[in-house]
């Protein structure tokens, strides 16, 4: 919802990264607005932790666009060897991260418990397009490029000390985005024979193992689940086309699920009823398998998404559980 809160106020995540406080206060009204029982912090700095390696981070558009460049152009010979140690060293160096990171503080500063914080980076294999560019990591796993473990466990630590940086600052649920890892994008036995166990490297390596993942996978994310259950996450995302029946089937009650509602056909372009009789189709559904499921978007709130529709959504859910 934070691209929903600088397009109300017209800035850019440039814009709001500029102001005193970093854009917290905006933040915490918005979502509040919202009705929202968390708040989504660092939106604006999404890719910061690439920025620490030579990524190109631009975020100076209304509305969210974020356009990142590459890292490496030449990754057979260009990604670095770096310890844990000295990755954390790069990262506190980088001016973007310390925006992300000062704005998980000020936040917390003004809400303390009252809301969980979620904030987050790209998954393991997003994290790879990130560094070199999508096509290019496209082309390199449908070649198996011998170098591609080794940019995989570059990007697998990069974002495990990244996580614990942001848990350190006061973030309470960390996300973990990888909508490259999508059924859309690439096939089940790929997911799960090339980039999974970069994912359980990802766990390993994390010191702050007690904070909660939510994992989200953009389109069809549907095969995905159990692995992603096994994995260790306390909360899988996914989008409309998802079945969700399916989805709560093979949690098998280790997980939550997130999302469900279509962001653009119905939370954009749907009225309020539409918003409200989705979310109380999710929470019937969820009634079926003892719960665990929390509605939301598939996605990003589209930013010019109508607040009657957004407050549609937590109207269900209050007269659900007043039912």
């Given amino acids: 919802g934070s691209a929903w809160i600088c397009k109300k106020h017209g800035f850019s995540y440039e814009e709001m990264i500029k102001l005193p406080d970093l854009g917290a206060q905006l933040l915490v009204d918005g979502f509040k607005e919202m009705k929202s029982d968390a708040i989504y912090v660092g939106g604006s700095v999404w890719m910061a932790w690439a920025h620490a390696f030579g990524s190109s981070v631009k975020a100076d558009v209304i509305g969210a666009p974020i356009v990142v460049g590459t890292a490496f152009d030449d990754p057979e010979n260009q990604i670095p060897e770096l310890t844990d140690a000295e990755i954390r060293e790069a990262l506190l160096a980088d001016c973007y991260v310390q925006a992300g990171l000062n704005q998980v503080k000020a936040v917390k500063a003004i809400v303390g418990d009252e ?177 665990r499921t929390i509605p939301c978007t598939g996605c990003e709130l589209p930013a010019d998404s109508p607040l009657e529709n957004i407050l549609a959504l937590s109207k269900a859910a209050e007269d659900y559980v007043a039912k």
């Fill in 115 to 291: 809301y969980p914080l979620m904030t987050g980076h790209d998954g393991p294999l997003t994290a790879c397009g990130i560094l070199i560019g999508m096509e290019q990591l496209m082309m390199a796993l449908g070649k198996r490029e011998p170098w591609l473990p080794k940019l995989q466990e570059f990007a697998a630590r990069c974002i495990a000390v990244y996580a614990d940086l942001i848990v350190e600052a006061g973030c309470d649920i960390i996300n973990c985005c990888d909508p490259v890892s999508s059924g859309d994008m690439i096939s089940f036995p790929m997911f799960k024979k090339t980039v999974y166990p970069y994912y359980l490297k990802y766990a390993e390596l994390k010191e702050h193992k007690e904070t909660p993942v939510l994992v989200h996978i953009c389109g069809k994310a549907g095969q995905r689940v159990e692995l992603i259950r096994d994995f260790g996450a306390k909360f899988f995302s996914v989008d409309y086309m998802v079945d969700l029946d399916d989805m709560l089937d093979k949690c098998e009650g280790k997980m939550v699920m997130v999302g469900n509602i279509n962001p653009a056909g119905v939370m954009l372009e749907g009225t309020p009823d539409e918003v409200y009789n989705d979310t109380m189709s999710i929470l019937e559904k969820a009634a079926a398998h003892n719960g």
